[in-house]
């Protein structure tokens, strides 16, 4: 861990210093209106705490707002945000990886106005390609450049490839409950984020999920981001939260996102306001997406 870490923080001092990463190009940076795409990572220290559910239905509110929008779900051991929009694709990631398949050939667009790349369940090592794998993997992601905005949804927990989602971030989203189990390992996520990757500038924040009240959700984000400031000397911006909304678990099992079953149910207008904050937030310049994939796999190096 510590090794990668350190590729990427020689990646991150050498973008400072005016000096592309090998291999690194611009021509895929930005769309074709010259916007690069926002790349918006969301991840969770423990699983169950609603991280997937979050990610499909920010990117509808997205879409809601006129935005070209991808979901990338870089879960590899147990995907499931197709599951989520009751949808089957043929193709996933694994099948880029091994050269089965393009991107262009999996990404799949659903009747929501967003569209998805399934993950691939069972291939947990996407930081062990060969280097081959590697950068074919890197020229098939950049296909998804031209959207405005790219929501990956990482496996629940640390891991190698999870820490390199967050790395290569613009905005990192951290999913937590008010279950003392999911705060401690939110704040078990954070610490190594602070610990492995504390020299990139990505924008961390925090939003609590099945919250009942507002002074609920503002009592853990207190706690969070005191303890955060206090001990890893982290800024961990609050986003918001969302009401533990009875419609939620009602659209999950009807497996239809909840933005679409109701608009405007409680969870709908978290996540609205949760997005309307986020676009009023500066984007750092650090590379757009290209610079995203030297980011996480080193550039070919």
């Known amino acids: 861990m510590e090794d990668q870490a350190e590729k990427l923080r020689e990646i991150m001092r050498q973008k400072k210093d005016g000096a592309a990463p090998a291999g690194a190009g611009t021509a895929l940076a930005k769309s074709k209106e010259g916007k690069r795409a926002r790349i918006i990572t969301i991840t969770s220290g423990k699983g169950g705490v609603g991280k997937s559910n979050v990610s499909v239905n920010m990117a509808l509110a997205y879409a809601r707002l ?28 694994y099948h880029v990886i091994r050269k089965q398949k393009t991107m262009k050939e999996i990404l799949v667009e659903t009747e929501y106005g967003i569209s998805i ?3 691939a369940s069972g291939f947990s090592k996407i930081a062990n390609l060969s280097e081959e794998e590697r950068q074919n993997f890197i020229d098939e992601l950049d296909t998804l450049s031209n959207a405005d905005i790219i ?3 990482t ?14 971030a ?22 190594i984020i602070a610990t492995e990757i504390d020299s990139l500038n990505m924008g961390l924040k925090l939003v609590v999920n099945r919250v009942h009240s507002v002074a609920e959700a503002k009592k853990v984000a207190d706690r969070m981001t005191n303890i955060a400031g206090q001990f ?34 409680k969870a709908s207008l978290c ?31």
Request: glycine fraction near 10%.
């Open 66 to 93: 006129g935005k070209k929008v991808v979901v990338m779900d870089a879960d590899l051991g147990l995907a499931n945000v197709n599951v989520m929009l009751n949808m089957i694709p043929k193709w996933n990631l």
């Open 271 to 301: 996540v609205q306001h949760i997005v309307g904050r986020l676009e009023k937030s500066d984007v750092k310049e650090r590379g757009g997406f290209s610079g995203m994939m030297k980011r996480i796999f080193g550039g070919g190096e």
């Open 151 to 153: 929501i990956i949804d």
């Open 170 to 191: 613009d905005d990192v989203v951290i999913i937590t409950t008010p279950e003392p189990t999911a705060i401690t390992d939110a704040y078990g996520i954070i610490k």
């Open 155 to 168: 496996a629940a927990g640390v891991s190698d490839n999870v820490l390199d989602f967050v790395a290569a």
């Open 232 to 265: 890893l000397n982290l800024k961990v911006d609050y986003l918001g939260f969302i009401y533990d909304d009875p419609m939620v678990s009602q659209a999950v099992l009807r497996q239809r996102p909840f933005m679409v079953a109701d608009p405007k149910c």
């Open 117 to 119: 790349v399934a993950g």
